[in-house]
């Protein structure tokens, strides 16, 4: 069965740094990747999703992910972060073959921007 | 723009009562989906549905049941509640871009405290 791990479950980091979340799947196939953003008191969002091409996936407020199929990652990257951006960031995975989405999550990892 | 609307946004329930959790979506999305959220175990799928009339099985059904009446609700009920189903709930909607592409739209979450 598939699983997702970040091993990280909380991340501090000072406005303006450049940031990296790391997601490690394990699944036999290539499997569909996802990164969703849960902002305080709200649902999930889609960050950005990634199953074949250029490796490196841009998404949404300057976030990139980069797929590793050697090291079954999928980490997810900002340039230089701003206090907005704290929030909880789940990365996921969903088998390519099914009739629906059926996500799999990692634990989450927590991030706090400070001044 | 996507909504997803979840009610009530916190509910406190007695052990062995029965507790109803409402999701209604305006997106038209034929796939619909009810998580809950743990610390350390990020999202798991408790039931989803395709459509109207449908509802099926995700990772963790056990002590849930579901009802999809119509295109637009998506109901959660728990039977006989017990303290372990305190979590925060999620309802999501699929726009089932390719099934397992699908990006999912998240409600704002149900805190359910069983006492």
């Known amino acids: 069965a598939q699983s997702v791990t970040q091993p990280d479950a909380r991340v501090t980091v000072s406005e303006g740094a450049s940031l990296q979340l790391r997601c490690k799947y394990s699944?036999?196939?290539?499997?569909?990747l996802f990164w969703y953003v849960q902002y305080p008191r709200q649902g999930l969002q889609l960050l950005l999703k990634?199953?074949?091409?250029?490796?490196v996936v841009q998404g949404v407020n300057g976030f990139e992910a980069e797929f590793s199929k050697s090291n079954s990652s999928f980490h997810l990257r900002k340039a230089s972060v701003h206090w907005s951006d704290s929030a909880v960031y789940f990365c996921?995975?969903?088998?390519?073959?099914?009739?629906?989405?059926?996500?799999?999550f990692g634990q989450g990892t927590s991030l706090s921007v400070v001044p | 723009e996507a909504a997803v609307t979840q009610s009530p946004r916190n509910k406190v329930a007695v052990t062995g009562g029965k507790v109803t959790l409402s999701c209604n979506q305006t997106?038209?999305?034929?796939?619909m989906y009810w998580y809950r959220q743990d610390t350390g175990h990020g999202l798991r799928l408790i039931h989803y549905?395709?459509?109207?009339?449908?509802?099926e099985k995700g990772d963790i059904p056990d002590g849930y049941k579901a009802s999809r009446p119509s295109q637009e609700n998506f109901s959660l009920i728990l039977e006989l509640a017990t303290p372990s189903q305190t979590s925060v709930y999620f309802c999501?909607?699929?726009?089932?871009?390719?099934?397992?592409?699908?990006?999912?739209?998240f409600g704002s979450g149900t805190r359910l405290t069983v006492l």
């Open positions: 997106n038209n999305h034929n796939n």
């Open positions: 996921a995975v969903s088998m390519a073959s099914s009739s629906f989405s059926k996500l799999v």
């Open positions: 699944y036999s196939a290539t499997p569909y």
């Open positions: 990634y199953y074949s091409g250029d490796p």
């Open positions: 549905s395709y459509g109207a009339g449908s509802t």
């Open positions: 999501a909607s699929g726009d089932a871009a390719g099934a397992s592409a699908e990006t999912l739209y």
